[in-house]
């Protein structure tokens, strides 16, 4: 070798060259120094720098500890007798360290892309963490905020000996959050001929994609992603061909097409929204009732996130059913709680008990839980007082990771349950359309019930009113009724309006503000679909006709509202209606992807924060109208006079999707005769 390679190369694994005594040396083998490894220490990655004079000269690969010690690990420089330091780190603090950056990167699809080589840390360091010279930055990765702890080894007399201080002049940077081709995380809405088939959840690390087509019912698919978003050496039962002439069904892309053997599958990428499903739970025990005969089946009919001063985020929760391990509780009579509640709650009541608690995804234990409330419930009911098991409640749990609900109020004399909830004035108190009452209830600890009011009508629903009032919508039986309740004081604290009657609608089943002083409310049942509009101040209702039967309705922040649309025949729809100055209203319809039928609706609280709701986006729970399976959250997004439904679906696990709830950067999505609630993380 001439003296200039051995200039050149400053280390060579000892194993590989074969030349360097022993298996525990590094470094400057055949070069002008031999350096001999530590023992090795507990950690599992490992990397080099090598400086000269305190200038950072060579970096060294990322790379897991045994390759270092089983002889294929190698740097090369261009200077010689350079001081040679070697760093190790634990894989676990790398993960963490790499998932904190990640979570930082504001675009959700990148973020995503981000995150997923931190599942493998341990066996791909280097897709975790790079290093660079600290001038030159972090380029296309995540920069790492907290700094990973690293031991440090620097040589001494020909050994590697453990020393203090870091990777002085480098930077730690996390996994590539731009890479050189479209990101796709985290799936493809999958699209035939006949509508939508499935959502293909999609593994990218870099440019190297893994789809998987389960859900479609097709093997995997592995390709490589070129710039322009084209597959490349597709391995699987799915080849790429090219696109169907006039298969534009979002209006924009990137999209490509695939022969799985059974028909052309069209796969588009997500690119506006999708985020990250939260651990799904059941709603609270007390709206829980696990039989068919229960004199209270269990329902959710109102989720309002709320702020409480003190207090972490909260859902207020209304609806009915029967808490049946503080039933069991309360049956024990208060005798040996303990005993008998453990004894219980691990045996044959454990299936009731347990499944009103979270999943196992938040690590509770279900046992535990069921027996700390039966217990709790049980002590208690030695005065005589069992607490609330059963019936029409309002409850409030933690939005963040509730294990159980931590105050109740029970609702009597109300004989379908609570219906809806709205703020009144401020953040302590809240409406609640209550069977035919109009109820006020106090959020400050404990729950109670500070006013209430006969209603006269069956109640759907309320909105609240700009001055801490509430319109309580519902049906006397023959028609539809609309009635505003008003805060007048603290004794007695609620006054009503003379009630609206609409004899044209049989029933009010939903309602939103369409401007400052009109109501569009909707009757499914009606036989003319329609969206009528009410001013609130007197005056004629109007009815703006549909195509289809309305499903759910949101308010736009700039006036007007969307509709979801089951349309008689072909795609359903969602529908735009705006104030109109000169033709009462402005209706335009926009397709959904055939086979998802629109149940819900909700507003993303950021995008459409600005008075004008432009860019605002609206989220969308879908059913499958065609094929059965999970339903779906999707989006649609409002510009100006345009609106685009954009390819963007997430499969949550429950078995209807009939609410949608936004607080900052999460959507609830309900189940409200199944007592389901799953948080959905939006993605930036």
Not at 5 to 32: F, K, T
Not at 105 to 124: I, K, M
Not at 393 to 418: C, Y
Not at 548 to 567: E, F, K, M, Q, Y
Request: hydrophobic share 40%; net charge negative; with cysteine.
């Amino acid at each position: 070798m001439s003296p200039s390679l051995q200039r050149r190369r400053l280390g060579r694994a000892l194993l590989a060259l074969g030349l360097c005594v022993g298996p525990a040396a590094l470094l400057a083998c055949r070069g002008d120094t031999t350096l001999t490894l530590p023992d090795r220490p507990e950690a599992e990655v490992v990397f080099s720098v090598f400086y000269e004079q305190a200038k950072v000269v060579a970096i060294g690969s990322v790379v897991p500890a045994a390759v270092l010690y089983s002889g294929g690990y190698s740097v090369t420089a261009e200077a010689s007798g350079l001081e040679a330091r070697v760093f190790f780190l634990k894989a676990k603090d790398l993960t963490e360290a790499a998932q904190d950056a990640c979570a930082q990167v504001e675009d959700g699809p990148s973020r995503l892309a981000c995150l997923a080589p931190t599942t493998n840390c341990e066996a791909e360091p280097a897709s975790c963490l790079g290093v660079a010279r600290i001038d030159e930055g972090c380029g296309d990765r995540a920069p790492l905020l907290e700094s990973v702890m690293l031991q440090t080894y620097a040589a001494t007399d020909g050994r590697l000996a453990a020393t203090s201080g870091g990777a002085d002049g480098t930077i730690l940077c996390g996994p590539v959050v731009r890479p050189p081709c479209p990101i796709v995380a985290p799936g493809l809405v999958v699209t035939a001929a006949d509508g939508f088939r499935c959502v293909a959840p999609v593994n990218q690390l870099g440019c190297e994609l893994k789809v998987d087509l389960s859900r479609c019912g097709f093997d995997a698919l592995e390709a490589t992603l070129d710039a322009s978003g084209g597959l490349s050496t597709p391995r699987g039962p799915c080849q790429p061909v090219p696109l169907p002439e006039g298969n534009g069904l979002f209006g924009n892309g990137p999209y490509f097409a695939l022969d799985c053997g059974a028909g052309t599958l069209v796969a588009s990428t997500m690119g506006t929204y999708l985020g990250e499903t939260g651990c799904p739970r059941h709603g609270p025990g007390v709206f829980y009732g696990r039989t068919p005969f229960a004199l209270y089946p269990g329902l959710i009919t109102g989720v309002l996130p709320i702020e409480v001063t003190g207090r972490a985020p909260q859902l207020l929760i209304s609806g009915a059913g029967l808490d049946e391990c503080r039933a069991t509780g309360c049956s024990l009579d208060g005798i040996d709680c303990s005993t008998e509640c453990t004894r219980l709650c691990t045996s044959y009541n454990i299936d009731q008990c347990a499944a009103n608690e979270w999943a196992t995804c938040t690590g509770a234990v279900l046992t535990e839980a069921c027996t700390t409330a039966c217990t709790d419930t049980c002590e208690r009911s030695i005065n005589g007082e069992c607490g609330i098991t059963s019936g029409p409640a309002l409850a409030l749990t933690s939005a963040l990771s509730p294990e159980a609900d931590s105050a109740r109020l029970r609702l009597d004399d109300v004989a379908d349950g609570s219906q809806a909830l709205a703020y009144a004035s401020g953040q302590q108190q809240v409406w609640v359309a209550a069977g035919n009452q109009a109820v006020l209830a106090n959020l400050a600890d404990p729950l109670s019930q500070v006013g209430a009011l006969a209603l006269g009508f069956l109640s759907a629903g309320l909105l609240p009113g700009d001055d801490g009032s509430a319109y309580f919508f519902g049906s006397s039986g023959t028609e539809g009724r609309l009635l505003r309740i008003n805060l007048t004081g603290s004794d007695p604290p609620l006054s009503a309006d003379p009630v609206i009657a609409l004899p044209e609608l049989r029933q009010i089943d939903q309602a939103a503000w369409f401007n400052r002083d009109t109501l569009a409310v909707f009757d499914r049942r009606a036989p003319s679909p329609a969206l009528w509009l009410i001013p609130v101040g007197g005056g004629a209702a109007t009815a703006v006709g549909l195509t289809g039967t309305p499903t759910a309705i949101v308010a736009l922040p700039g006036g007007g509202v969307v509709l979801g649309i089951r349309s008689p025949s072909g795609p359903h729809q969602l529908v735009r209606v705006l104030p109109d100055p000169f033709t009462l209203a402005q209706v335009s319809a926009f397709s959904l992807i055939p086979g998802l039928e629109p149940t819900a609706l909700a507003l993303d609280p950021l995008t459409c924060a600005s008075p004008s709701g432009s860019g605002c986006r609206v989220l969308i729970g879908l059913a499958r109208s065609e094929r059965p399976g999970p339903p779906l959250v999707g989006a649609a997004l409002s510009i100006g006079t345009g609106f685009f439904v954009t390819p963007s679906l997430l499969e949550v696990s429950m078995i209807s999707i009939d609410q949608l709830v936004t607080s900052s950067d999460t959507v609830f999505a309900i189940s409200s005769r199944h007592n389901g609630i799953t948080p959905i993380h939006l993605a930036r």
